[in-house]
C-alpha cells in the first residue's frame, strides 16, 4: 500500500511569507504527526492529530498550526516565515489504538523549506 | 518530561565490522523506535520495540525497559549502513515521541 506523502518535497519563501505543507496518511491511519529536523535542535515534536482533533502540541510558536480532515489528511502551517523555520518538515502518520496502544510511526520523505 | 540520549554520537567502521549504538531515556516508556535516516533524508523505520528483542537481517535490537536502555547491533556492516540512526520514546498516555540526537555512522569501504 501506498506510504506517507508529503508534498511539497522543497519550497524556498521568504522571510514574512507564509507556508502550507500536506500530509497524506497510509490508508487506514487516523493519526498524523509533524516534526521539525533542523541541524541545531534535532527532531523536535510539533503536533499530532487523531480524528481531526490535536491531542498533542510541541513548544512551538502561535505561527505553527495545523489542522487534519476527515479523510485524515493533514496540513500545517507556518505564518509570518523567519529565518529559523528552515528545516526539514516531517510528517509520520500510525495505526493507532486506545491511549496505551502501539504506536508505531511510518514517515514520508519529508518538505524541505528554505526562508531566505 | 521524557529525555532521550543516544551514544557515540558519531562512528567510523570498516565495512564487515560488528557495531553497538546505545539509547538511554529517562522514564518508562510504552513505546520505543529506531530509525535510520538515509541521506535525503527521510526517517526508515528499523524496529518497534518497547521491550525484548527482534532480528531483521544483519540488525537485531534490545529494550531492557525496566533498566531504561536499548541497544541496535549491526552486524558485518555494509557501505549502505551509514547514515544517522535515530532512537525515539514515547511515554505512555502521551503522543509525542521524543528523538534522540543521533548516532552517525560511516562505514568505509
Known amino acids: 500500500k501506498a506510504g506517507v506523502t508529503q508534498t511539497p518535497r522543497y519550497l524556498i519563501k521568504t522571510r514574512g511569507q507564509q507556508v502550507t505543507l500536506s500530509c497524506s496518511p497510509i490508508s487506514g491511519h487516523r493519526s498524523v504527526s509533524w516534526y521539525q529536523q533542523t541541524p541545531g535542535q534535532g527532531l523536535q515534536f510539533l503536533f499530532e492529530y487523531f480524528s481531526e482533533t490535536q491531542r498533542n502540541k510541541g513548544n512551538f510558536p502561535g505561527r505553527f498550526s495545523g489542522r487534519q480532515f476527515s479523510n485524515s489528511r493533514s496540513e500545517m502551517n507556518v505564518s509570518t516565515l523567519e529565518l529559523g523555520d528552515s528545516a526539514l518538515y516531517l510528517c509520520?502518520?500510525?495505526?493507532?489504538?486506545?491511549?496505551?496502544?502501539?504506536?508505531?510511526?511510518?514517515f514520508g520523505a519529508g518538505s524541505r523549506l528554505t526562508v531566505l | 518530561g521524557i529525555q532521550v540520549e543516544q551514544s557515540p554520537p558519531d562512528l567510523i567502521l570498516q565495512e564487515g565490522a560488528n557495531s553497538t549504538l546505545r539509547c538511554n531515556f529517562s522514564?518508562?516508556?510504552?513505546?520505543l523506535q529506531w530509525f535510520h535516516q538515509n541521506p535525503w533524508g527521510q526517517l526508515i523505520n528499523l524496529f518497534y520495540?518497547?521491550?525484548g528483542t527482534k532480528q531483521n537481517g544483519r540488525l537485531s535490537a534490545t529494550t531492557v525497559a525496566t533498566e531504561r536502555y536499548s541497544l541496535l547491533y549491526i552486524s558485518s556492516s555494509q557501505t549502505t549502513d551509514s547514515g544517522v540512526y535515530f532512537c525515539a520514546a514515547c511515554t505512555s498516555g502521551t503522543y509525542k515521541y521524543i528523538f534522540g540526537t543521533g548516532t552517525r555512522l560511516k562505514v568505509l569501504a
Open positions: 520495540i518497547p521491550s
Open positions: 522514564d518508562s516508556v510504552n513505546n
Open positions: 509520520a502518520s500510525s495505526h493507532r489504538g486506545g491511549p496505551l496502544g502501539a504506536n508505531v510511526l511510518t
